[in-house]
């Protein structure tokens, strides 16, 4: 186990060994160059392969190094090779017993490691806590729930696939001085004051709105289409980090893809787990629902439900909808069965995704239907250039948002405010957003 953390930690030998890192000689060659904010908090980060953890982790020893920390007190770790808790609790003691003073411990791809809950709730109960800050990164949020870790200092946090206005500050560097009024905003009047804001950069949102159309927001597919196209080794990648999990997992890789074409058929669409057992001929719809979660678990995609209008329950017994968490697996699997959503659909997952990221999202279906609603505010999405205000539903929403191409407008009588998608997007950020910040 000592031979594993050497080869993985050169800067115990040689501090300036961190830059000779590929993560980290790929991550500062970039321009302009994603970075992460580091936080000397405990946390558990989960989120799909591909996005980014690993280089977040290189870099964060990077930075430690660079403000006087010593490199023998800062450990990464893969837990790839390992084949239980017990690994983990080794390799952390075994490391501890070798430095004095505060120590950073990083360990990487944790959650298919078998039982690895219990290996960072022994170290958070022992005398060892107190010595160090340990931040863990995994793919897959199976059984993991946010109350898994009750009474302890850790932070559960996503990290997901970059955000749209990170994307557009990528494609567009000069958008990162761009300041709102509205900062978080809450209802129609705020959102549509922001995009009067907004409204002089259209021309380039739009730019990159169909740019992250076809990137979404994994760093290497964006770096690679700034550069011309993106190359089939990433489409590639994407594939086997989303597929090879179902299989790690116990699944059955056919039945998946076959959810997955079926999923891409229907884009957008509402839903029963009948209906869907039937048409891809899944013999049970309890088979349908468990692989709906299990995509929920890789990150793949989501499952947005019904909710009641007056009092906002969930009635997950409903039709669903269900959307991909990024245009990029909607490009590679559409690249791999030669079919796909239309743009507009696409465009309503992009808007319910950043959604959900910030609020607890679903959509309503009554006499009418509203694409998504939040406990503050309906949206109604019709990616195209003509819209009028009766394309809102007439329901009992207060705040109400309809998204178009390229009209901007606010209809004071029924609170309603028109917004062009790409200056809608560029105002939902998430404040942890992958801790990601462009330099």
């Known amino acids: ?163 749209f206005r990170t994307v557009s500050t990528i494609f567009e560097p000069k958008l990162k001085g761009v300041k709102l009024p509205h900062e978080n905003p809450h209802g129609s009047r705020e959102f549509y004051e922001n995009a009067l804001e907004l409204y002089p950069y259209m021309g380039v949102l739009a730019g990159a709105l169909d740019f992250y159309l076809l990137a979404g927001g ?31 997992l116990g699944r059955s890789e056919r039945i998946a893809l076959s959810m997955i074409l079926g999923l891409l058929r229907r884009y957008g669409d509402r839903l029963t787990l009948n209906s869907l057992a039937k048409e891809l001929e899944i013999g049970s719809h309890v088979t349908v629902r468990d692989y709906l979660e299990l995509f929920e678990e890789l990150f793949i995609g989501r499952n947005y439900f019904q909710v009641r209008l007056h009092d906002f329950t969930p009635l997950f017994r409903k039709e669903r909808k269900f959307y991909f968490t990024d245009p990029l697996l909607i490009q590679t699997f559409k690249r791999l069965f030669g079919k796909g959503p239309e743009t507009d659909r696409i465009i309503e997952g992009v808007v319910g995704e950043h959604l959900k990221r910030l609020h607890p999202t679903y959509f309503f279906s009554g006499s009418k239907e509203v694409d998504f609603l939040t406990s503050g505010f309906g949206v109604e999405v019709k990616w195209r250039k003509k819209v009028r205000p009766s394309d809102f539903p007439r329901v009992g929403i207060k705040n109400k948002m309809l998204l178009s191409k390229d009209t901007l407008e606010f209809i004071e009588g029924g609170n309603l405010a028109i917004i062009p998608v790409p200056l809608f997007l560029f105002q939902l950020h998430s404040a942890s957003s992958n801790l990601a910040t462009v330099s």
């Open 1 to 163: 186990m000592e031979d594993l953390m050497v080869v993985q930690n050169p800067w115990w030998a040689d501090p300036d060994a961190i830059y000779d890192d590929e993560w980290v000689k790929k991550a500062l060659a970039k321009e302009p160059r994603i970075d992460y904010r580091f936080e000397p908090v405990n946390k558990i980060l989960i989120g799909p392969r591909q996005v980014g953890k690993t280089t977040y982790m290189k870099l964060s020893v990077a930075k430690l190094i660079k403000v006087g920390v010593n490199p023998r007190n800062v450990l990464y770790f893969s837990c790839d090779l390992l084949k239980d808790y017990r690994g983990i609790v080794s390799v952390v003691k075994s490391f501890l017993r070798s430095v004095k003073g505060k120590a950073y411990v990083f360990l990487d791809e944790v959650t298919f490691v078998e039982g690895w809950e219990r290996a960072v709730k022994f170290l958070l109960d022992s005398p060892l806590a107190s010595r160090m800050v340990i931040q863990v990164t995994g793919s897959t949020s199976a059984g993991l729930k946010r109350e898994s870790f009750p009474g302890r200092e850790i932070q559960v946090d996503e990290f997901l696939p970059l955000d």
């Open 218 to 248: 994994y760093p290497r597919a964006i770096y690679e289409l700034l550069e011309g196209r993106i190359k089939q080794e990433t489409y590639e990648m994407v594939y086997n980090a989303t597929i090879l999990d179902v299989a790690k």
